[in-house]
């Protein structure tokens, strides 16, 4: 192979590691929020059960609501949010 050619094939192969470098950049930003969302979950569900434990031992909802006690209504949805149905 030619000298020309071999310094073609290295610069192809140095911008094609820069875009790997990038792509694994964005695979682990993705797992990381993948794994952040479900420690939130894990999160939400222990806080949910300490709340219920907490009203089964007495307090009541309008004392924890004052705590931060989490809404057991499901949150409206925003007006530009449409439905599955809607979009048909």
């Not at 949910?48 to 705590?67: C, D, H, R, V, Y």
């Amino acid at each position: 192979m030619s000298d020309a050619a071999t310094r073609i094939l290295e610069q192809l192969q140095a911008q094609n590691d820069l875009r790997m470098q990038a792509a694994n950049d964005i695979a682990q930003a993705v797992a990381d929020r993948v794994e952040a969302e479900q420690q939130l979950e894990q999160a939400k569900a222990a806080e949910k059960q300490a709340f219920t434990a907490a009203l089964k031992k007495g307090w009541t909802q309008t004392e924890l609501n004052k705590i931060g006690a989490p809404s057991r209504r499901r949150p409206r949805k925003k007006a530009n949010e449409t439905t599955p149905a809607a979009e048909s």
